[in-house]
T-cell receptor
Framework: GAVVSQHPSRVICKSGTSVKIECRSL??????MFWYRQFPKKSLMLMAT?????????EQGVEKDKFLINHASLTLSTLTVTSAHPEDSSFYIC????????????FGDGTRLSIL | QKEVEQNSGPLSVPEGAIASLNCTYS??????FFWYRQYSGKSPELIMF????GDKEDGRFTAQLNKASQYVSLLIRDSQPSDSATYLC?????????FGKGTRLHILP
């Protein structure tokens, strides 16, 4: 089955650091990937839609200059949290599908980001 | 009305009983519906997906879709303690997947 690999699984770093999270589709091509954020005991929140070869589409309230998304190839999207602060600490998850949104999404294992 | 609504729970079900999880949606144009299970601290994993009205069965799980009434349900037969998790209902809308807030299910041993 389709596999989405997300790296790293956990990051602990100091305030002001920029952190890059990678999302790879291992055995399929994904023109679209999605980035989510989830706070403890809260629901999954869509941050942005990552489109291969074009700019990401951000949800309302998500700062595009804070959360940089690059989808340079059909198998890789990256999310960079720039100048991270403690309030950015969260669980970040990516998902992708090989056949668009009408088919099930495959999720990465998530990245737990802790900003000290 | 929220696009995808679920009762947050917790829903407590005795081990071995049937757990019934419900979800309603507002957009009649939605075509694809999904149920994901999420354990605490983990990412969601797909349980079932359904496109057509009626029932779809896979092992202990049955998804039910009623487009006229705009609801989707998930039945879990012979509930096991390992089924204790948050269940997310989702649907596709254009180029996005819309998730409900999830229902916490607790299987009582």
């Amino acid at each position: 089955g389709a596999v989405v690999s997300q790296h790293p699984s956990r990051v602990i770093c100091k305030s002001g650091t920029s952190v890059k999270i990678e999302c790879r589709s291992l055995d399929f091509q994904a023109t679209t990937m999605f980035w989510y954020r989830q706070f403890p005991k809260k629901s999954l929140m869509l941050m942005a839609t990552s489109n291969e070869g074009s700019k990401a589409t951000y949800e309302q309230g998500v700062e595009k200059d804070k959360f940089l998304i690059n989808h340079a190839s059909l198998t890789l999207s990256t999310l960079t949290v720039t100048s991270a602060h403690p309030e950015d600490s969260s669980f970040y998850i990516c998902s992708a599908s090989d056949q668009g949104t009408w088919q099930p999404q495959h999720f990465g294992d998530g990245t737990r980001l802790s900003i000290l | 009305q929220k696009e995808v609504e679920q009762n947050s729970g917790p829903l407590s079900v005795p081990e071995g009983a049937i757990a019934s999880l419900n979800c309603t949606y507002s957009d009649r144009g939605s075509q694809s519906f999904f149920w994901y299970r999420q354990y605490s601290g983990k990412s969601p994993e797909l349980i079932m997906f359904i496109y057509s009205n009626g029932d779809k069965e896979d092992g202990r799980f049955t998804a039910q879709l009623n487009k006229a009434s705009q609801y989707v349900s998930l039945l879990i037969r012979d509930s096991q303690p390992s089924d204790s998790a948050t269940y997310l209902c989702a649907l596709s809308r254009g180029d996005k997947i819309i998730f409900g807030k999830g229902t916490r299910l607790h299987i009582l041993p």
